[in-house]
C-alpha cells in the first residue's frame, strides 16, 4: 500500500488522494472526533481547482495550490 502524502497549514490538512488531487480537512474538528472535510483540490494544467463540501456545484479556480488551500480556510 502506497503512503499518501500530508500537509498541514494553518488548522487545514490536505491529504494526497491521487497524483492530482488532495482531500482538505479542518484539523480543530479532530478534538471532537474525526477531521472534517472541508474540500477538494484537484491540478488541472497548471491550475488548482476547488470544490467546497456543501457547493458541489461551485468550483474556483487558483494559479498555486496554497492559494486553493488558503480558499478553503475560509
Known amino acids: 500500500m502506497k503512503t499518501r502524502a500530508r500537509l498541514v497549514r494553518q ?3 490536505a ?3 491521487s497524483s492530482r488531487e488532495w482531500r482538505v ?3 480543530r474538528s479532530a478534538e471532537l472526533g474525526a477531521p472534517t ?3 477538494f ?3 488541472l494544467d ?3 481547482e476547488v470544490t467546497r463540501i456543501g457547493r458541489p456545484g461551485q468550483r474556483t479556480y487558483f494559479r498555486s495550490f496554497e492559494a ?3 480558499a478553503l480556510r475560509s
Open 25 to 27: 480537512s479542518d484539523t
Open 11 to 13: 488548522a487545514l490538512e
Open 68 to 70: 486553493a488551500l488558503d
Open 15 to 17: 491529504t494526497e488522494i
Open 37 to 39: 472535510v472541508v474540500g
Open 41 to 43: 483540490i484537484l491540478q
Open 46 to 48: 497548471g491550475m488548482f
